[in-house]
């Protein structure tokens, strides 16, 4: 993984953020059973949404384990960050936060107009609430005083109509397109 420099994050990260309906905690293995019993319950969404065969119908919550301690691992390090998504305090989502170099390990996609130097790519799924909702959340809690990041591109892709619809809808607008194995994975960010 392209290793991201320690100083794109702020020295104190967030612990919790909440708006009126929904919070965001870092993704700990002290989460693993709540988040387990989310990532479960909608294979479908979330294969669609990750381009993976994840989760396998199978998926072991050992293997979920795993899956907790690199997230937590990779946001001590300061590589990325990984928050569950809880809705009255039930673990209903997650977001994935990392450099746009990080994010794109090596492909040849450029953010137009610039370098996309302190740009992120920022990723999520939700149950039970729009993908607007998420999206704008999201927004609100990475953006300043918190964090400084100077354009925050959310991604998605063909597969998840329901984000891209809501980017169009909060007006994200630029776009940058990747043509993966089996799908466009999209990016859009504010003009």
Do not use: K
Not at 4 to 24: H, I, V, Y
Not at 71 to 84: C, G, I, K, N, P
Not at 88 to 110: E, F, K, L, N, S
């Amino acid at each position: 993984m392209t290793r991201a420099s320690p100083d794109w994050l702020p020295e104190d990260l967030p612990t919790r953020w909440d708006d009126a309906e929904l919070s965001f905690v870092p993704l700990t293995p002290a989460l693993l059973h709540e988040d387990y019993a989310a990532v479960m319950r909608d294979i479908p969404m979330l294969r669609a949404w990750s381009g993976q065969d994840w989760p396998t119908e199978d998926f072991p919550v050992d293997d979920n384990l795993a899956d907790l301690q690199r997230h937590d691992r990779e946001q001590r390090e300061r590589v990325a960050l990984t928050y569950s998504v809880l809705v009255d305090g039930i673990v209903q989502g997650c977001i994935y936060v990392h450099p746009w170099a990080a994010a794109w390990r090596g492909r040849t996609v450029d953010p137009p107009g610039d370098d996309g130097r302190g740009d992120v790519v920022v990723r999520g799924w939700l149950h039970d609430r729009p993908a607007a909702r998420l999206i704008a959340a999201t927004t609100a809690f990475l953006g300043a005083p918190r964090f400084a990041f100077p354009r925050l591109w959310w991604q998605t892709n063909e597969r998840c109509p329901d984000q891209v619809a809501a980017c169009d809808a909060l007006g994200l607008r630029a776009e940058v397109r990747h043509r993966g194995a089996d799908r466009w994975w999209i990016l859009r960010a504010l003009p």
